[in-house]
């Protein structure tokens, strides 16, 4: 079956850096995404990754291994505001994608 | 500013009672979804649509409807609301041709069934 995994909560201090970890299986592989939900509010984009490697968008940085099913999100410089639940999501070989059930980040003064 | 809208933030139903969600974007995209999210679980797809008058049924279709008369307008139905569909129901809409595209998210449905 298809699946992801990632951690259900993780905790960090603000200024501090943290990684959040996902591993996929899936049938196919069409690219991993990262999303950003605030609670209450709706999911935003952060990253698409397709090819190996690290993608760095500011703070955000994502790294993919397709050879491994894994992917991480590293947050550098943590502020307040982004305590948030972060979601993984994998495109599977019909396009379809397969979302794990999100890490809560909870960030500390 | 791109925007997917969703029509009732809480909504408070009793068992049995048909359920209307709808969802309007202003983005001109193809494809809209339904998903809903539980707690622990990853969003489930209900059923999406590529194009005016078309649906696919998702992973979970069984209980619900959907209508797509408009290409902004994009309506999820309950024919008889039951307690396990008590959940928050997010819609989302893509650009069409772009299946690696981002999704856009509205701010999600919170459903009760009493």
Known sequence: GQNIDQPTEMTATEGAIVQINCTYQTSGFNGLFWYQQHAGEAPTFLSYNVLDGLEEKGRFSSFLSRSKGYSYLLLKELQMKDSASYLCAALDSNYQLIWGAGTKLIIKP | ?114
Not at chain 2, 17 to 40: A, I, S, T
Not at chain 2, 101 to 111: T, V
Request: glycine share 8%.
């Open chain 2, 1 to 114: 500013d791109v925007k997917v809208t969703q029509s009732s933030r809480y909504l408070v139903k009793r068992t049995g009672e048909k359920v209307f969600l709808e969802c309007v974007q202003d983005m001109d995209h193809e494809n809209m979804f339904w998903y809903r999210q539980d707690p622990g679980l990853g969003l489930r797809l209900i059923y999406f649509s590529y194009d005016v008058k078309m649906k696919e049924k998702g992973d979970i279709p069984e209980g619900y409807s959907v209508s797509r008369e408009k290409k902004e307008r994009f309506s999820l139905i309950l024919e008889s609301a039951s307690t396990n569909q008590t959940s928050m129901y997010l819609c989302a809409s893509r650009s069409g041709g772009r299946d690696t595209g981002e999704l856009f998210f509205g701010e999600g449905s919170r459903l009760t069934v009493l």
